[in-house]
């Protein structure tokens, strides 16, 4: 049973408008929320976090929104840039931010593209 | 900023030997390394949690005797599998945390091993 969900496989976005990747989870211990990208043949790199206590995080273009009672977050990249072009994977963990358990659950990930 | 490196990043072997994989933690100790597995359009699974001086911790489902995990140091921890199969053939994956609270995951950029 997968407990977190990325169900759009891809999404194509114009360069200089908004993308928005969704993440669905069931998992209700998780409290910790990250979202990563990664280019093909590489490691995922961090993108940007939000903790259950917030309902928003921002960081330049990047904003995380997380909504609990729907178990529902989502990521918004404004303006979008064909560098963002690549897979966006949401991952959660029931451990918090800190601690020594830190165990991530990911998504199936989001390919994302943007058109120059 | 905190940096993992993993090698090789591919790796083409026969049945039946073993190959070693490395993951090195640069800039900072960490006592606890992941090692992830990801199959074409997958998410990332989560095979091991690998702790420094001390024995790995298997998620279900993972042979502990075909994947063996060594962490002998604080920089450094590496994933052996034994007596490959073709059906071993996937991409791995290694992250580390800085330990410093609300860090993220850092990942290595993978490892592509082929069995044939």
């Known amino acids: 049973d997968q407990q977190v969900k990325q169900n759009s496989p891809s999404l194509s976005v114009q360069e200089g408008r908004i993308s928005i990747l969704n993440c669905d989870y069931t998992n209700s211990m998780f409290d910790y929320f990250l979202w990563y990208k990664k280019y093909p043949a590489e490691g995922p790199t961090f993108l940007i976090s939000?903790?259950?206590?917030?309902d928003k995080n921002e960081d330049g273009r990047f904003t995380v929104f997380l909504n609990k009672s729907a178990k529902h977050l989502s990521l918004h990249i404004v303006p979008s840039q064909p560098g963002d072009s690549a897979v966006y994977f949401c991952a959660a963990s029931a451990g918090g931010s800190g601690g020594s358990n830190y165990k991530l659950t990911f998504g199936k990930g989001t390919l994302l593209t943007v058109n120059p | 900023g905190a940096v993992v490196s993993q090698h090789p990043s591919r790796v083409i072997c026969k049945s039946g030997t073993s190959v070693k994989i490395e993951c090195r933690s640069l800039?900072?100790?960490?006592?606890?390394m992941f090692w992830y597995r990801q199959f074409p359009k997958q998410s990332l699974m989560l095979m091991a949690t690998?702790?420094?001086?001390?024995?790995?911790?298997?998620e279900q489902g993972v042979e502990k005797d075909k994947f063996l995990i060594n962490h002998a140091s604080l920089t450094l921890s590496t994933l052996t599998v034994t007596s490959a199969h073709p059906e071993d053939s996937s991409f791995y994956i290694c992250?580390?945390?800085?330990?410093?609270?609300?860090?993220?995951?850092?990942f290595g950029n993978g490892t592509r091993l082929t069995v044939t």
């Open positions: 800039d900072f100790q960490a006592t606890t």
């Open positions: 690998s702790n420094e001086g001390s024995k790995a911790t298997y």
């Open positions: 992250s580390a945390r800085d330990p410093g609270y609300n860090s993220p995951l850092h």
């Open positions: 939000i903790s259950s206590i917030k």
